[in-house]
T-cell receptor, first 113, second 114 residues
């Protein structure tokens, strides 16, 4: 799991600002995912990507955007349209295939001031 | 849509006792069921997983059972220790689920008291 990095660890944002969370992996994984975690709730899928230059919306994509220009990078932008962005954001990646383990990054805690 | 229900949401046990966490899933085509452990402020980490062609799997003090007919699976931790205290998440992945998406349960906060 050390092969997935997220930055920054903590991020503070003023209302109305867009912010971009970084996710990088050197594991040569095909698929990458973004999850949002709120206290007392499970992991909710925001976006995912199976290959470069392609991505799909997850369950809570509104107010978020992503890109997948390189296999190792999958940045997430939290836009001003996201009404309640304060949360813990987790990036994950895996090799293609149903039974392959999904590895998580260390997370970014975003706080809107 | 696809859904995974997890119970209980909190669980407190004495050190040395067993702990059981249960999950049910809605998609009968699900074929892979991992369990993740997340310590406070850290990333979730896989502790055990099971495929749909297996009914039970053990790894030292941890075991997972799967009942495909009833569409539920459970995590069993024996001889619990304080370091087992964490949030545990179950998940399911469907056979036809695009992108290998995992559907997660809501999590169980396990507290092991010394």
């Amino acid at each position: 799991d050390g092969g997935i990095t997220q930055s920054p660890k903590y991020l503070f944002r003023k209302e109305g600002q867009n912010v971009t969370l970084s996710c990088e992996q050197n594991l040569n994984h095909d698929a990458m995912y973004w999850y949002r975690q709120d206290p007392g709730q499970g992991l909710r899928l925001i976006y995912y990507s199976q290959i470069v230059n392609d991505f799909q919306k997850g369950d809570i994509a509104e107010g978020y955007s992503v890109s997948r220009e390189k296999k190792e990078s999958f940045p997430l932008t939290v836009t001003s349209a996201q009404k309640n962005p304060t949360a813990f954001y987790l990036c994950a990646s895996k090799v293609a295939g149903s039974y392959n383990e999904q590895f998580f990054g260390p997370g970014t805690r975003l706080t809107v001031l | 849509g696809e859904n995974v229900e997890q119970h209980p949401s909190t669980l407190s046990v004495q050190e040395g006792d067993s702990a059981v966490i249960k999950c049910t899933y809605s998609d009968s085509a699900s074929n892979y069921f991992p369990w993740y452990k997340q310590e406070l402020g850290k990333r979730p980490q896989l502790i055990i997983d099971i495929r749909s062609n297996v009914g039970e799997k053990k790894d030292q003090r941890i075991a997972v059972t799967l009942n495909k007919t009833a569409k539920h699976f459970s995590l069993h931790i024996t001889e619990t220790q304080p370091e087992d205290s964490a949030v545990y998440f179950c998940a399911a992945r469907g056979l036809y689920n695009q992108g290998g998406k995992l559907i997660f349960g809501q999590g169980t906060e396990l507290s092991v008291k010394p």
